[in-house]
């Protein structure tokens, strides 16, 4: 049995065994597969059919069988995924056609992920990451975006899935050998094939590798750049065949080759080409002075070229006739060859649109079809010409050289051996990292068994690498586990070694697979390590426990005869070959699992074992490491893993044990010897490393396994077991370990390893203490770590460390122990590092410090390991000494320090104390914080609400939280009326007293049948009747068809499409019902004349109302806007109006050129002006050339004299003119502006002879040219009077306030005069004036007044009155209806000038004017002045006063539009109705979420859509287009805020306060507004709050810019709030009467403070302070004692919640805990009382103070009353301790004698609180003889001790009786 011990001495028990089988195998199986389904294709179908077809299906599926015998392949990689550290493995596998790509880890069963299957056999598959940027510098490669795809390699192609999706195919001009994924792309080797043409004397040899940087990029050659012997590089192409990648590594980006001639590897860095090495190659190529480098380069171009067009193969250089099968069989790709020169152009389209063309782009026709060598049919001009030289000279001009894009460096070549036999090629390689971090490359020699590892490392200036020596190992196979960086070596013998580096660590043992060294005479040789030299007696139990644990069934299929392998195992004379299997290779590491192939074709897959599981041995690991020299680092990792590793090794609890006895051991220790190491219970089994080499099991015991019984912790619990004394068992006389053991001093082995290094260790050790002690989650690691350091403390003699351990742990820490003696002449091996400090490193101390403002050494960190140190320190460094700049009020650049490390989980497991001023300064934060802080410090400082808008920022336009999701099955019942998809929830937010909404709903539904009501006089006959009711229809059908277009206003931009439906288009209802029996009445009985085509406009705006629903942020493609078009040709009409609506919300510009094209040609009048419309409005202002050529096609006079005359209908050619003024609006272009200029005022020519719509084009032509050179002023020359000129001037010269043109167009004033002037010209004329003096405009009616000339003015009738004056001279008729016109003029610039401003003085002003209209309408003089004019002006008031309001929905205004629906007879017709309902619709309009601006080009627009003459009837364009009603879309703008509730993520209320900028009208003034609310226009504002008390504040600056605020507002303006703790939202508390603070000031009682715990359910939803009001703060029935518990826990939770500070519940309550811990004397360690003096230092550090005085208004972050009362008590308990004994203890410690155990708790608390100095620091000051407390302050103030606790102690030291305690 010896030799088996020897062996597992060193052994690493691997685990998780399992089979293992490609997932992939199984999985073909089942996939329905390509071949089978070819075979059916190739046969003839008669031959399926025949007779015994059922043999031809037969024959078919042999075929296949024999097809799927192809070999497979298969690899392995590491898993990444997003979320939390899964680790899992993805598998590509390839047999025959098919790749199969699966993801599985040991969690989660394998699953297919993706499944490809291609058309010819694969020869290779692999992952690759493309980088998209199109900056292909190396810099870009660092952060680019990458695609990470699959690569599918075919002879011919090669296919390339994306993971998003896309899908590309790549020719391959040549045979591939090879492909492998690099960090730029792929490099692909041509294969060389022996027939290769040999190069002819002028040309070059072909290239053999080359790269492929994205699917779309052309392959290009590779070059390479090699150092010579003379210095000077030299940059070519790759040309040698004899090179072979073996290798190809990421990062570092590196190649290995193989040279076959040579036999030598090399390395290469695989770089980015520079340009200077670009012309060196192509230079080089042209102008060689030898006939041979004529141009290579141009005709490997050639050839490159020629073959991408598939010529036939065989004369091509590249291919092997072995080719020439695959080569036909693949023309079947039609991407591959049908390349017609038409598709050059298109090649030349940027990767991003292209995704389909998997064609390189070639640009010029000549370049394919030319051949450089072989004499094809398509050669053109030198076809004839001898084959000769002068053929590739020929072709160099016309081919432009392929520019290479990467190239290989030169690095490093292995030495020459003096014999080097042939193919000594690498067959596999790897790059490993060992335990301490330094690289190696290792390739494996098979036919030499030598696995050769090469150390590399980076230069200092990270540039370059440098390699070492080569180091041989002798293997068979190896395979890298980079996890717990080592490599697994299979040795020659059939062993598996681990290695790390080039260090042996030992062998593997694979329970269940036997260890082949059990038969194989040759000993193996074992690594001499320092251990081998410790031999002590190991009580044997510890040996036997560890047998057992060998033999464990394995799941491989040979060895299921377990009793067999039981045999084996122990039979010496077995031998290894009955077992018939052994491993054979090792592939597929993936982390540190592992795939071993057995020799019987099985293969089964382990995993090795993690360097250590718990955190606590990890981090000492890590520190131990960090300190350690390199190689004495890998030799303690080694010898640690090989213990911890060991079959049958430790579980988790006692692995710090084994961690410790191991560390020990190595520092020269005798465990078995030390009191508490000795009685570690391994649990078990102990690792044999320790055990001695000669222990036998002996079969008889001894009397040491009795002792080691009695002494273990097992006896001791069952000796104080109750049982135990129930049955009066006698405890048993321990012979307490024998005494002369502990008597006679243990000394330390220097010669071992870690010797030298034990203070380092140490100290490092101690700083990971630290660290921990900032972990209240590791309390039990630091209670094992404190036993370990005092050990290493006491033996070093560093009294100060023990000190320091003993007030921590003042009951661990016995002032005596077990004493190490360490020899004084050993102890100048010790190596004492620099860093090393003689006062502990204390972090409470360091904190206590800095918080009293003393000043303090820099702490000392690990980089690393002690990440929270370095956290704390920096932080509170900041908050308390930080420059005064970081501290006084922007805690922002503090905070943005240091969210890299902390998030809010840390900060739970921080220590309170510690935690407290990182929480003061989060609290401070949180009141003010900026908009624009990042997302994690918003996380931090805990406000969601901003957190969630930083996060909602980020993400690309969509759905936002508001929009509704009402499924559409819901209101199928009512016939759908376009206005379902609404939100209904902001609406009711914002009109919430009544129900305005449904109303508006009512008035413009247009779905549901009119009622007609028409009483029946007995003397009509029913005839006749019906009649009177159809007519009746008819007049109630003109406001019908006028509702669409307000209804679009009202639901505009308020829905998201689904892409798989159409959408849907409420129907245009035009029948009625008849009341009493409800009977339908229709248009079309034919019973009266209906006027023809009178539906066709309606529709369209019907059309249009539907498609503005649409937001803008919805996702919409081209496919999507064809699929809407209708089947039926009635619904052409509604269609085209959906198309100007798609161009009006931008969605336009997705529709394919080629779809355009086809809806012109259709002809078709409506659609052709939607699709003109909306194109323009897509490209509002860019002057896109392609646009403008669509629209001059349709305008007569931009076509060149020549063309001939199209006949394009009038409508379509104003549509086309507005077009123009749309796409070059504000540009001011010349050549535009001078056609426009001459179309306003162009006579109607012989091609308009008998036009009667002549005004629509002339004033389309003038608000074409105004919106050309809008506001551009004095450029420009106009001087022509009709409508069109007159809006055309005041566009131009818009807010210009230029008098000289303002007066041209003010009113004549005399009668003469005004006689030539239509009246309703004076409309427009008022309002161009006042447009231009834009500033001069005042909210009041005397200002409008003040538009009216005098003459006017004085002998205007006023319409009360009854009789006419009479006059001869004046016309009184022209008189009133200029009067009425100019107001109403005056009126609508009002509406300009404060559009979507609620202005209330406007608003009362327009008010008074539409109620006056009202009521000379009914005045007995109105037919004076004409009912029709007056219809016109009251509509133009109405529309000014929706202006003005627009989005408001006020209440006054919907009245007066409900009133004018009412009306439907007399002069009411369809032109009124239109404007009475738009009047409606921008009330309304987007259901109250969009305004309207008072940008230029939103009055350019609303000019177009409020132009002030109405349609007479519904097919009106005379005067002006109604399709330009639409255009107020592009005068919309998103200005409603919607605070959402982050919590609950519901809409709510919350005040803002809104503060405008100051303007020459007004000063900057604030407002308060509650939201949900249209925000005024934001150029006006400065800047935004969400204002307190309910909500927590929010500041949005508008001085720093608006895009933040507009880009809230393009998301249907969510802004996210956080209610503040106890407050109740708006709408369930509106006045502010509920809130729990407002219930506790009504009262001020002292019960009142005991709050009833129901209450809290007002102030918080956390479910923990809820649960913790439950549990800790109800009263029970018999309380007692608990009431004062109670009482407390209720006010502190009180306090937490009304004060917001939730988090510093833990806080208060460990704190009371801790006090009362201390009055009962049983603190067993002092971390809580160093926690409460650091909260109360904070209180009074001076940082606080001024804080406070700063800010008085600022909540106190603890209660105030709760913190003295803390501080009296202790003070109390420890001071009636130093009165009952405790100033003894006190003595005898500051004049270092013992004192007695029982008060070692109490003293360590009295030093703690008091921070007094350790003993050795006393003597300094001379403490004896000190007469007078004067004296004593006087030497204490060095020490830094307080006052306070220098009271205390005077006594002592003065000898007096009494403590002087105040």
């Not at 030319?370 to 049919?377: A, F, I, R, T």
């Not at 019973?1087 to 023809?1092: H, R």
């Not at 029709?1428 to 009251?1434: D, K, R």
């Not at 420890?1774 to 203890?1785: I, M, P, R, T």
Request: net charge negative; charged share 20%; with cysteine.
């Amino acid at each position: 049995m010896s030799n088996f011990y020897e062996e597992r001495a060193t052994m690493i028990a691997a685990e998780d065994l399992q089979e293992f089988v490609p997932f992939g195998r199984d999985h073909c199986k089942h996939h329905p597969n390509a071949l089978n389904l070819q075979l059916r294709q190739l046969q003839p179908a008669s031959e399926l059919w025949s007779s015994d077809g059922a043999a031809g299906l037969v024959g078919s599926l042999q075929e296949v069988t024999i097809h799927e015998k192809q070999k497979e392949s298969w690899q392995l990689r590491k898993g990444g995924s997003e979320i939390g550290e899964v680790d899992y493995d993805e598998e590509l596998y390839v047999a025959g056609n098919m790749v199969i790509w699966s993801k599985g880890s040991k969690s989660q069963a394998l699953a297919v992920y993706k499944a490809f299957t291609v058309d010819s056999p694969v020869q290779q598959a692999l992952w690759c990451d493309f980088v998209i940027s199109q900056d292909k510098s190396e810099k870009a490669y660092s952060n680019a975006e990458v695609e990470k795809c699959i690569c599918i390699l075919q002879s011919s192609c090669i296919n390339v899935h994306s993971i998003e999706g896309k899908d590309y195919i790549a020719s391959l001009p040549f045979q591939v050998a090879n492909v492998w994924p690099t960090k730029y792309g792929l490099l692909f080797e041509r294969s060389s094939s022996s027939h290769e043409l040999p190069p002819g004397p002028p040309r070059e040899p072909l290239p053999t590798m080359f790269s492929m940087l994205h699917p779309l990029d052309e392959i290009t050659p590779l070059v390479c750049k090699s150092g010579s012997l003379f210095g000077s590089s030299r940059v070519q192409y790759v040309v040698d065949h004899a090179i072979k990648i073996v290798f190809l590594h990421t990062d570092p980006s590196i190649v290995m080759t193989y040279d076959t001639v040579q036999n030598l590897h090399s390395v290469w860095v695989l770089r980015r080409v520079k340009v200077e090495e670009e012309n060196a190659v192509l230079k080089f190529s042209e102008q060689g002075g030898t006939p041979q480098n004529a141009a290579p380069s141009s005709s490997l171009t050639a050839h490159l070229r020629s073959l991408s067009k598939g010529d036939s193969p065989v004369a091509s250089p590249f291919q092997n006739y072995s080719s020439v099968h695959s080569q036909s069989r693949s023309t079947s790709s039609p991407s591959l060859h049908s390349r017609s020169p038409s598709i050059s152009n298109m090649a030349a389209l940027s990767r991003a649109h292209s995704p389909a063309l998997g064609v390189h782009s070639f640009t010029g026709v000549q370049r394919f079809n030319l051949s450089g060598h072989n004499q094809s049919p398509r050669r053109h001009s030198i076809s004839h010409s001898p084959e000769s030289n002068s053929n590739s000279s020929f072709l160099a001009p016309e081919t432009e050289p392929i520019v290479p894009e990467l190239c290989i460096d030169h690095l490093w070549t292995e030495a020459i051996a003096n014999i080097r036999e042939k193919n000594s090629q690498a067959s596999k390689v790897f790059i490993t990292s060992d335990l301490c971090g330094q690289k190696f490359l290792c390739f494996l020699v098979e036919s030499q068994l030598q696995l050769r590892c090469v150390k590399f490392q980076e230069s200092n200036d990270k540039t370059q690498l440098i390699f070492g020596s080569i180091t041989n190992i002798q293997a068979k196979d190896a395979a890298p586990v980079e996890k717990i960086d080592t490599m697994l070596v299979l040795e020659s013998s059939g062993n598996l070694v681990l290695y790390t580096g080039v260090v042996r660590v030992g062998k593997v043992f694979i329970p269940g697979l036997p260890a082949p060294s059990l038969t194989m005479s040759n000993p193996m040789p074992r690594p001499s390590t320092p251990l081998d030299s410790v031999s002590t007696p190991m009580p044997l139990n510890k040996l036997l426990g560890s047998l057992d644990e060998v033999v464990l069934l394995s799941p491989v299929p040979e060895l299921r005869d377990s009793s067999k392998l039981h045999d084996s195992l122990y039979n010496e004379d077995c031998t290894f070959q009955q077992l018939g299997t052994y491993i054979h290779s090792i592939r597929d590491p993936v982390r540190n699992r592992v795939t071993l192939e057995l020799s019987n074709g099985s293969m089964v897959r382990i995993t090795l074992p993690e360097i250590a599981t718990s955190e606590l041995v990890q981090t000492c690991l890590q520190a131990i490491k960090f300190i350690l020299p390199k190689e004495v680092a890998v030799q303690m990792l080694v010898k640690w893993y090989s213990v911890h590793s060991a079959p049958g090794g430790p579980s988790y609890h006692s692995e710090w044990n084994l961690f410790v006895t191991c560390l020990m051991n190595l520092m020269g220790y005798n465990t078995e010897r030390l009191a508490w190491t000795r009685n570690f219970d391994f649990e078990g089994s102990l690792s044999p490393v320790i055990a001695p080499k000669k222990a036998r099991p002996s079969e008889t015991g001894s009397d040491d396994d009795w002792e080691y019984l009695l002494n273990s912790d097992y006896h001791q619990k069952v000796e104080s077991h109750l049982l135990n004394r129930s049955l009066c068992l006698s405890p048993l006389d321990v012979s307490q370990m024998k005494d002369e053991d502990l008597s006679q001093n243990l000394s330390l082995d220097s010669s071992t390893l870690l010797f030298p290094h034990i203070p380092a260790i140490f100290f490092v050790l101690h700083l990971v203490y630290e660290e921990l002690k900032l972990n209240t989650l590791m309390g039990e690691g630091i209670c094992s770590l404190v036993d370990l350091l005092v050990q290493l403390a006491r033996d070093l003699k560093l009294e100060p460390y023990l000190d320091h351990y003993y007030r921590d742990y003042p009951t661990f820490v016995r002032t005596t122990g077990q004493v190490c003696t360490i020899d004084q002449g050993q102890t100048g091996f010790m190596h004492h590092p620099s860093f090393f400090t003689s006062e502990p490193p204390s972090i409470y101390q360091w904190v206590s410090s800095c918080l009293k403002g003393e000043g303090m050494p820099p702490y000392p960190y690990l980089p690393g390991i002690c990440e929270r140190s370095r956290l704390v320190v920096l932080s509170i460094a900041l908050y308390i000494l930080g420059d005064e700049s970081s501290v006084s009020d922007e805690s922002s650049p503090y905070l943005s320090r240091i969210t890299p490390g902390f998030t809010l989980r840390d900060l739970e497991t921080l220590p309170f104390g510690i935690a407290l001023p990182i929480r003061d300064a989060i609290y401070h934060c949180r009141e003010q914080p900026a908009a624009d802080w990042p997302e994690a410090v918003c996380l931090l400082i805990g406000r969601q609400d901003l957190s969630k808008q930083a996060c909602e920022g980020n993400l690309p336009k969509g759905k936002s939280v508001l929009s509704s999701d009402v499924p559409s099955g819901t209101e199928t019942e009512e016939e759908d009326d376009g206005m379902n998809d609404m939100n209904q929830e902001v609406m009711s937010l914002i009109w919430s007293e009544d129900l305005r909404v449904q109303d508006v709903r009512r008035l413009l539904q247009s779905a549901h049948p009119v009622r007609v009501n028409v009483v029946q006089y007995p003397e009509l006959s029913d005839h006749e009747f019906i009649e009177e009711k159809e007519n009746r229809l008819l007049q109630l059908c003109q406001r019908t068809m006028a509702l669409p277009v307000g209804r679009g206003m009202f639901t505009l931009f308020s829905y998201h499409p689904v892409p798989t439906e159409p959408l849907p288009i409420p129907k245009l209802n035009l029948t009625g019902r008849a009341p009493p029996r409800n009977t339908t009445v229709d248009l079309n009985s034919g019973n009266i004349d209906v006027p023809p085509n009178m539906t066709s406009w309606a529709s369209f705006h019907n059309g249009v109302a539907a498609g503005l629903k649409i937001a803008p942020a919805s996702q919409i493609d081209s496919a999507w806007i064809v699929y809407n078009k209708p089947k039926h040709a009635e619904l052409a009409n509604e269609y085209a109006g959906f198309l100007m609506a798609l161009g009006l919300n931008g969605h336009l510009t997705k529709l394919a050129t080629l779809n355009i094209h086809d809806y012109l040609t259709k002809g078709h009048e409506m659609t052709s002006i939607g699709l003109l419309l909306g194109v323009s409005a897509a490209k509002l202002g860019t002057m896109d050339m392609s646009i403008t050529r669509l629209l001059s096609i349709h305008i007569p006079a931009l076509l060149p004299p020549t063309s001939t005359e199209l006949d394009v209908p009038h409508n379509v050619q104003v549509a086309a003119v507005v077009g123009i003024g749309l796409v070059y609006q504000g540009t001011a272009h010349r050549h535009t502006a001078e056609v426009l200029l001459a179309e306003i005022g162009r006579p109607p020519g012989p091609e308009m002879e008998y036009c009667t719509d002549r005004e629509s084009y002339s004033l389309a032509a003038g608000l074409a040219l105004g919106m050309v050179c809008l506001g551009e002023g004095d450029t420009i020359n106009v001087d022509v009077t009709c409508p069109g000129a007159t809006l055309a001037l005041a566009m131009i010269y818009l807010k210009t306030n230029n008098r000289s043109i303002a007066d041209w167009l003010r009113a004549p004033d005399t009668m003469y005069l005004l006689d030539f002037v239509k009246p309703e010209f004076l409309l427009l004329r008022t309002l161009a004036r006042c447009l231009i003096l834009w500033d001069d405009i005042l909210p009041n009616s005397k200002w409008v007044d003040s538009n009216v000339p005098q003459i006017i003015r004085e002998n205007s009738i006023s319409l009360s009155e009854i009789e006419l004056p009479c006059s001869e001279d004046l016309n009184l008729e022209t008189l009133s209806q200029a009067h009425v016109y100019i107001i109403a003029g005056a009126c609508l610039s009002l509406g300009f000038r404060f559009a979507g401003s609620e202005n209330l003085s406007a608003f009362n002003c327009l008010h008074k004017f539409a109620k006056d209209f009202m009521t000379y309408l009914s005045a007995p003089n109105a037919s004076v002045t004409g009912p029709y004019n007056l219809e016109t002006c009251l509509s133009v008031v109405l529309l000014s006063l929706a202006m003005v309001m627009a989005g408001s929905g006020n209440l006054k205004v919907l009245q007066l539009c409900r009133f004018l629906h009412m009306k439907t007879g007399g002069e009411m017709n369809y032109g009124f109705h239109l404007a009475h309902h738009m009047a409606l619709g921008i009330l309304f309009l987007g259901g109250g979420r969009y305004s309207l601006s008072t940008s230029n080009s939103s009055i350019a627009a609303l000019l177009c859509a409020l132009y002030p003459h109405f349609p007479a009837h519904s097919t009106d364009n005379r005067y002006h287009l109604q399709a330009l009603r639409h255009l107020y879309v592009l005068a919309a703008e998103p200005r409603l805020l919607v605070p959402v509730d982050v919590d609950t993520n519901t809409p709510c209320y919350a005040l803002l306060e809104v503060t405008y900028k100051g303007t020459q009208w007004y000063e900057q003034t604030k407002e308060e507004l509650m939201a949900p609310t249209l925000l005024p226009e934001l150029h006006l504002l400065k800047q935004i709050k969400v204002k307190g008390p309910r909500y927590w504040e929010l500041l949005i600056d508008l001085s720093k810019g608006t895009q933040h605020l507009k880009s809230i507002l393009s998301k249907d303006g969510v802004l996210y709030v956080k209610l503040r703790a106890g407050q109740l939202s708006y709408k369930e508390d509106p006045m502010g009467w509920q809130s729990l603070l407002a219930q506790t000031v009504a009262n001020r009682n002292s019960e009142a403070r005991a709050f009833k715990p129901e209450t809290i359910s007002a102030f918080t939803s956390d479910p923990a302070l809820l649960s913790f009001a439950e549990y800790f703060c109800k009263p029970t029935v018999n309380m007692g004692q608990k009431q004062e518990i109670l009482d407390l826990f209720s006010s502190v939770l009180y306090e937490c919640v009304t004060q917001e500070t939730p988090e510093m519940l833990p806080a208060y309550i460990a704190m009371d805990q801790a006090v009362r811990r201390l009055g009962r004397r049983e603190m067993s360690e002092t971390s809580e009382l160093w926690q409460i003096k650091l909260v109360l230092e904070f209180f009074s550090s001076r940082s606080h103070q001024e804080r406070l005085q700063n800010h008085p208004k600022r909540g106190l972050f603890m209660n105030s009353e709760f913190l003295p009362v803390v501080k009296c008590s202790i003070d109390n308990t420890l001071d009636q301790w130093l009165q009952a004994g405790g100033d003894v203890c006190v003595h005898a410690y500051l004049s270092g004698q013992p004192c007695e155990e029982s008060q070692l708790g109490m003293l360590a608390c009295f030093l703690v609180y008091h921070s007094i100095p350790a003993p050795q620091h006393l003597p300094s000051v001379g403490l004896e003889g000190s007469t007078s407390f004067a004296e004593l302050l006087f030497k204490f103030k060095q020490l830094k001790m307080p006052v306070r606790a220098l009271l205390r102690l005077a006594p002592l030291l003065l000898g007096n009786p009494q403590p002087m305690v105040m």
